[in-house]
Every structure is written in C-alpha cells, then in structure tokens.
C-alpha cells in the first residue's frame, strides 16, 4: 500500500468555519487566526469570502481582514467568489486565487443557489473566464459528493459529471465536499476512483465533515489512492447552513498529527497550530473539536 510522501493542507477554517458562527466574528479575531494559522506553516488558507453580506454577513469584512494580512510570498489566500461582482472585490483585494461552488445533488443546488447544477455551471463560465483573464487560479468546490440532505445518497457518477465539467472549465482543483459528513471509507473510495476517471488524480482534493466521526477514516482511504490534497479547519469549526446538523469540518489538527504519525510530510507545526485552534475557540466561547488540540492540552505526548 503506498501513501502520498508529502500532503498539502488546505485551511478553510476562516471561511468555512468562520462563515458558521451564529454571529460574525470580530476583524481583528479573524486576522489573528491567519496569522496564527501562516506561523504555524499552513501555506494554502482560505481567508473569506465575496458572497453578498446579506447571504453570509459573518464574511462581510473580508477585503479588510485581507488588508490587514501580513505580505507573505510563501503563503497564498484564496477568497470564495460566487459571480462575476464577487471576482472583482477578489481583484481589487489583490488575491491570486479565487473558488467557485457548485452541488452534486439538484436539491440542493436549489436550495443553496437559486439554480439547477447547470446554471450554476453556466453562471461560472464567465467568472472562470475573467479569472484566466486576470492570471487567478480557479478552485472548484462540489458539494453533497458522499450524500444530500434532501435526497440520500448521490451516485458518484453523477459527482463526476460536475468535476469533469468544473475542471474542464479551467478549475485547476476540485474539492470534493462531503458536507453532511455521511460518508465512510469504502463509499469515499469508490467516489475518488469514479471521478479520478475524468478528472486526474492530482486535481482532486478532499473536503470531509467530520458529522458522524468518519472524516479521518475517509481521508485515510483516498490518501491509500495517491489524493495529496485535503482541507481542514483548524479546532474542526465549521457546519452547512443549509444542512440542517452538519457538523463541522475535519479538524487541522487531528489531519496532522494522524499524517505526521504515517510519516507524510505536511510542513505544519503542530503544537503551533493547536495554539491557534484554542485562541479562536476561546474567543468563540467553547473549547476546540479537535480531538487531538484537546489531548495536547491535557498531556502533550513525546515527539514521535
């Protein structure tokens, strides 16, 4: 069985977690996590997102928080952009990397945009468009791709259908998100592999919520395929609010010290990074979800 030698880490906490918050989180808060979360090597973050405040008013300051952001050459944010006025604040922020959703499932495409799967695709051509135009890198998420709310399981073919389409359009990566966190190992194997049919393998990463505990075992699965990517939200903030007891997404640190175990590189310092998970939980009122940041805590365990 071989493994990956090095995995990319992909923070989404800021964003996807952040976006979750019953109440937005103060700008500062917000800046003092990327920071935090860049010291501790992360190099890829989500930092916000350009989607109308009246939809998501947790993300309304996000050009601001970028603002503020500390120029590091080897860290790149990227920024969730929903249109064409989404990709221009993206431009004017100075980002250099954009992303793009869509749904596996037409229920809850509806729900969650206002469209079929195919308008949501036909409304990205000219946002994709005016990104190459601008020399941005196009990220595309997929949602429901392990199962729906509203309608159970989703076929994988019917998952690979959109990340054929999302990266034949230009997205450079595809995310696939299992955003109720139904999945487990098997079944997120099976959807790796159908999609790896369409779309090549070190274009896919993976998006796991973590609702019934299968998140690592799922990641675990695709990583034994050659998947090289995987998002993570520091102390596992994060939900779906259009899906109704999500639960957030794979905790960072549980993602590293499982990895960092298995001997794959990630770059990420771990005690540093659950610092960082314990400060934004603490100025959210609660304690991390990360098993692993609550273990540290308790009795950090001698360096393997």
């Given at each position: 069985?071989?493994?990956?030698?090095?995995?990319?880490?992909?923070?989404?906490?800021?964003?996807?977690?952040?976006?979750?918050?019953?109440?937005?989180?103060?700008?500062?808060?917000?800046?003092?996590?990327?920071?935090?979360?860049?010291?501790?090597?992360?190099?890829?973050?989500?930092?916000?997102?350009?989607?109308?405040?009246?939809?998501?008013?947790?993300?309304?300051?996000?050009?601001?928080?970028?603002?503020?952001?500390?120029?590091?050459?080897?860290?790149?944010?990227?920024?969730?952009?929903?249109?064409?006025?989404?990709?221009?604040?993206?431009?004017?922020?100075?980002?250099?990397?954009?992303?793009?959703?869509?749904?596996?499932?037409?229920?809850?495409?509806?729900?969650?945009?206002?469209?079929?799967?195919?308008?949501?695709?036909?409304?990205?051509?000219?946002?994709?468009?005016?990104?190459?135009?601008?020399?941005?890198r196009v990220r595309g998420y997929v949602s429901c791709v392990l199962g729906c709310p509203y309608e159970g399981d989703v076929a994988p073919a019917a998952v690979?259908?959109?990340?054929?389409?999302?990266?034949?359009?230009?997205?450079?990566?595809?995310?696939?998100?299992?955003?109720?966190?139904?999945?487990?190992?098997?079944?997120?194997?099976?959807?790796?592999?159908?999609?790896?049919?369409?779309?090549?393998?070190?274009?896919?990463?993976?998006?796991?919520?973590?609702?019934?505990?299968?998140?690592?075992?799922?990641?675990?699965?695709?990583?034994?395929?050659?998947?090289?990517?995987?998002?993570?939200?520091?102390?596992?903030?994060?939900?779906?609010?259009?899906?109704?007891?999500?639960?957030?997404?794979?905790?960072?640190?549980?993602?590293?010290?499982?990895?960092?175990?298995?001997?794959?590189?990630?770059?990420?310092?771990?005690?540093?990074?659950?610092?960082?998970?314990?400060?934004?939980?603490?100025?959210?009122?609660?304690?991390?979800?990360?098993?692993?940041a609550r273990a540290l805590a308790a009795a950090p365990p001698p360096t393997p």
């Amino acid at each position: 069985m071989s493994y990956p030698a090095r995995v990319q880490v992909i923070e989404v906490g800021p964003r996807d977690g952040l976006q979750n918050e019953p109440a937005p989180v103060p700008i500062a808060a917000r800046v003092a996590l990327i920071e935090a979360l860049a010291e501790a090597g992360l190099t890829r973050i989500e930092a916000g997102s350009f989607v109308s405040p009246r939809w998501v008013p947790q993300m309304a300051d996000t050009a601001e928080v970028l603002a503020r952001l500390r120029p590091r050459p080897e860290v790149g944010y990227s920024v969730l952009v929903p249109n064409l006025q989404g990709l221009e604040r993206a431009l004017a922020s100075g980002v250099r990397e954009v992303a793009v959703f869509a749904a596996a499932s037409e229920s809850f495409s509806r729900r969650n945009v206002n469209g079929s799967i195919a308008e949501t695709l036909d409304r990205f051509a000219p946002v994709l468009e005016a990104a190459r135009a601008n020399d941005l890198r196009v990220r595309g998420y997929v949602s429901c791709v392990l199962g729906c709310p509203y309608e159970g399981d989703v076929a994988p073919a019917a998952v690979a259908r959109v990340a054929a389409s999302l990266h034949a359009m230009g997205c450079h990566e595809i995310a696939l998100g299992d955003t109720i966190g139904t999945g487990t190992p098997r079944a997120a194997r099976r959807l790796v592999e159908r999609v790896a049919a369409d779309v090549p393998l070190q274009a896919i990463a993976l998006h796991f919520h973590d609702t019934y505990g299968q998140a690592l075992a799922n990641i675990l699965a695709c990583l034994e395929l050659g998947v090289s990517a995987v998002d993570a939200a520091v102390a596992g903030l994060g939900g779906c609010p259009y899906a109704p007891g999500a639960a957030g997404n794979v905790a960072t640190e549980d993602v590293v010290y499982m990895l960092r175990g298995m001997g794959i590189a990630t770059g990420i310092d771990l005690d540093a990074l659950a610092a960082a998970g314990r400060s934004i939980a603490s100025q959210l009122g609660r304690e991390p979800a990360s098993k692993v940041a609550r273990a540290l805590a308790a009795a950090p365990p001698p360096t393997p």
